[in-house]
């Protein structure tokens, strides 16, 4: 949804147009920050920043604390891997620990 140019460091995307859109819409300022999906409701609970618009699973945990807005894309999970892999042949192979690596805080966490 967000890609950052290794070269330059610029950041576009479906998240990065659809903020520059809503500070464009309300008339206010707009700064990215890194952040993570792990501190994700800290970030937004103790005003680090006032929006979050990324790839954002809903879960009980940030349903409890967050205001979320209804979703306007919504994807499966996909696994990919290369044809010539030798560990990872089959849907099954990738259910062992150290196969697959998620980022922590993720609904795939």
Known sequence: MTFR????????????????ELARDFNVGLQFFDGSFARLIADVCSDRCDIAMVAI????????????????????????TTR?????????????????VVARGTLHD
């Open 5 to 20: 140019n290794p070269k330059t460091q610029e950041l576009s995307g479906v998240d990065i147009d659809n903020a520059r």
């Open 57 to 80: 699973s809903i879960t009980p945990q940030r349903q409890e604390k967050l205001r979320l807005a209804q979703p306007h894309l919504s994807s499966d999970i996909y696994a990919i």
């Open 84 to 100: 010539t892999n030798r560990r990872t042949q089959a849907c099954a192979d990738i259910d062992r620990p150290g196969t697959v």
